[in-house]
């Protein structure tokens, strides 16, 4: 599944946007803070509307500012997971992971519970866990509502070097394994070279 995105946005005084044409695997954002880079994957998601262009995955057109159509978020399928974790505080993990689970996914809970290490966790409240284990709980959470495509914004940002090879490994076995379509942004070298088949540079 590919992503097809060419868009514009004007934010105050400010233009932003991006095109590229991606293939399987993981696509980086790559540039310095304030590019632009967590405006593009908003208009992706939809929760950004582009003054102008289009936004295609996997063949399926989402915006088309020419043709009129902006396919709600929802619709969208999008997993998206926040540099906050963005969490529900009243809920237990596994409640968490649970919210939102749609049906037809082919992922098996336990499955994924397994590759991302967070077995031990689904009794604990959210106000407990680390950095680290928030974000794999997030994206749990967001592979287990059904998603397309994933959408990752800085998800390695404030976690240390061994929190960041775990959150590493499980982008690592959705890239590889799961072989679902993701789009990511950093703003580190080192990550982009390491998770990204493609770099987009903004």
């Given at each position: 599944?590919?992503?097809?995105?060419d868009?514009?946005?004007?934010?105050?005084?400010?233009?932003?946007?991006?095109?590229?044409?991606?293939?399987?695997?993981?696509?980086?954002?790559?540039?310095?803070?304030?590019?632009?880079?967590?405006?593009v994957?908003?208009?992706?998601?939809?929760?950004l509307?582009?003054?102008?262009?289009?936004?295609?995955?996997?063949?399926?057109?989402?915006?088309?500012?020419?043709?009129?159509?902006?396919?709600?978020p929802?619709?969208?399928?999008?997993?998206?997971?926040?540099?906050e974790?963005?969490?529900?505080?009243?809920?237990?993990?596994?409640a968490?992971?649970?919210?939102?689970?749609?049906?037809?996914?082919?992922?098996?809970?336990?499955?994924?519970?397994?590759?991302?290490g967070?077995?031990?966790?689904?009794d604990?409240?959210?106000?407990?866990?680390?950095?680290?284990?928030?974000?794999?709980?997030?994206?749990?959470?967001?592979l287990?509502?059904?998603?397309?495509?994933?959408?990752?914004?800085?998800?390695?940002?404030?976690?240390?070097?061994?929190?960041?090879e775990?959150?590493?490994?499980?982008?690592?076995?959705i890239r590889d394994?799961?072989?679902?379509?993701?789009?990511?942004?950093?703003?580190?070298?080192?990550?982009?070279?390491r998770?990204?088949?493609?770099?987009?540079?903004?």
């Open positions: 599944m590919s992503f097809d995105v868009v514009t946005r004007r934010l105050g005084d400010v233009q932003v946007g991006a095109t590229f044409d991606a293939g399987d695997g993981l696509t980086v954002l790559f540039g310095p803070s304030g590019a632009g880079k967590t405006s994957l908003n208009m992706v998601a939809g929760l509307r582009p003054d102008w262009g289009y936004v295609r995955v996997g063949g399926e057109t989402l915006f088309d500012a020419t043709a009129g159509i902006d396919v709600p929802e619709r969208r399928r999008a997993g998206y997971v926040f540099q974790a963005r969490l529900f505080p009243h809920k237990r993990v596994r968490n992971l649970l919210y939102g689970r749609h049906e037809g996914t082919a992922l098996d809970v336990d499955d994924t519970v397994g590759f991302l967070i077995g031990h966790l689904l604990r409240w959210p106000r407990t866990l680390s950095g680290g284990e928030a974000r794999r709980v997030a994206i749990g959470r967001a287990l509502s059904g998603a397309r495509f994933l959408l990752l914004d800085e998800p390695l940002s404030s976690l240390d070097r061994a929190r960041r775990e959150i590493m490994r499980a982008i690592l076995h394994v799961l072989k679902l379509p993701v789009l990511m942004v950093t703003h580190d070298p080192e990550e982009a070279e998770l990204g088949n493609r770099i987009v540079r903004m």
